[in-house]
Nanobody
């Protein structure tokens, strides 16, 4: 069992930055690929970015490529999402995800084994 707790969301102006964190419980963190999805009410949950077990490989959605950066610290059981040049369309609840199988393309929701409850990011224009 893995529990994921996100933090770092908030209100930011367009063009600004935020850094999200996701702390995982358990001793098996390094066995999971980690990722972030986001969801806007009334819309499908959308894949944002994924990172492999050791952090050597990452996958980004086209909409965030060049603006967002994912990283992980296996010693701290934590994954981070640095979000720069934020746009109003980035406004969403951001959810941390853990998967036993890393994909080098966009992740399917069905591939996620554990979800966090999410943290709200609001970008004002």
């Amino acid at each position: 069992q893995v529990q994921l707790v996100e933090s770092g969301g908030g209100l930011v102006q367009a063009g600004g930055s935020l850094r999200l964190s996701c702390a995982a419980s358990g001793r098996t963190f390094r066995n999971y690929a980690m990722g972030w999805f986001r969801q806007v009410p009334g819309k499908e949950r959308e894949f944002v970015v994924g990172i492999s077990y050791d952090g050597s490989t990452t996958t980004y959605a086209d909409s965030v490529k060049g603006r967002f950066t994912i990283s992980r610290d296996n010693a701290k059981n934590t994954v981070y999402l640095q979000m720069d040049s934020l746009k109003s369309e980035d406004t969403a609840v951001y959810l941390c995800a853990a998967s036993l199988r890393y994909s080098s393309s966009a992740w399917y929701r069905s591939s996620v084994n554990y979800w966090g409850k999410g943290t709200l990011v609001t970008v004002s224009s």
